[in-house]
């Protein structure tokens, strides 16, 4: 699956890129296709961390957060692709938004930076 269903962000930068299903043939079920959604999210998701490595990162552990955190079969899917181990951080339901409001918070100096400690 190819999780392009709004453009592609990072690391292409492709709004015209479109999502798709690559060779589904009537055997597939529904559970094919949903395991291909996770496996397409996770490996788009691993370019991106190639990406940082490339630059010199160096990521040893995945944390994740949100709603997407909480679906064991995914974040299995996220350590057998990236081969590290994955954090689930289940402490914020609305991570984006709390992210956005934090980001906004230093931009407006309320928060000095993204620790929150002062």
Not at 13 to 21: I, S
Not at 25 to 45: C, D, Q, W
Not at 102 to 118: H, P
């Amino acid at each position: 699956f190819l999780p392009y269903l709004m453009g592609e962000r990072s690391p292409y930068w492709n709004p015209d890129a479109k999502g798709a299903f690559i060779g589904l043939t009537l055997t597939h079920k529904k559970e094919h296709l949903i395991r291909s959604v996770l496996e397409g999210i996770a490996f788009n998701l691993k370019i991106i961390l190639d990406a940082f490595e490339e630059q010199g990162a160096r990521i040893e552990e995945v944390r994740v957060i949100g709603g997407g955190a909480r679906g064991r079969v995914l974040r299995q899917i996220m350590a057998d692709v990236y081969g590290r181990k994955i954090l689930s951080l289940l402490l914020v339901e609305e991570a984006t938004s709390l992210g956005a409001a934090i980001a906004g918070g230093i931009g407006t100096g309320i928060f000095k930076d993204f620790s929150l400690t002062g």
